[in-house]
């Protein structure tokens, strides 16, 4: 069975005041899908993301689109471009050159996530 959060709440005092966004209207929730991120994000996991950041300005995990597919990476800006990559080794990173970055589009920057584990 799938299990999709459809809503959560947050306070926003603590949101204020631990998270870095661009204003609460980009805030939205997904769910992560598969296993490229394990263990830092895994399969199912809540991921509130900031859809004002649509640019790769810094190092850190993002939501976007590449070949008509959605994904949840790490990408790192360098010299020539950018680099993709995937907590979990199983994945090789992709690099894309600084000429080829319009093929990326940036939909959201992850800003926090919640992992659910069972006790």
Do not use: C
């Amino acid at each position: 069975m799938n299990m999709v959060v459809e809503q959560m709440s947050l306070d926003a005092a603590w949101v204020r005041q631990n998270l870095v966004y661009t204003s609460t209207d980009n805030l939205k929730l997904i769910s992560g899908k598969g296993d490229s991120m394990a263990p830092t994000i895994r399969n199912g996991d809540a991921l509130l993301v900031d859809s004002g950041i649509t640019t790769v300005e810094s190092d850190a995990i993002y939501f976007f689109q590449m070949g008509g597919r959605l994904h949840v990476k790490r990408i790192q800006r360098n010299l020539d471009g950018l680099t993709i990559i995937s907590d979990n080794d199983q994945y090789r990173e992709i690099d894309v050159p600084a000429g080829r970055e319009g093929d990326i589009q940036i939909l959201a920057q992850i800003i926090y996530w919640w992992t659910g584990r069972s006790f």
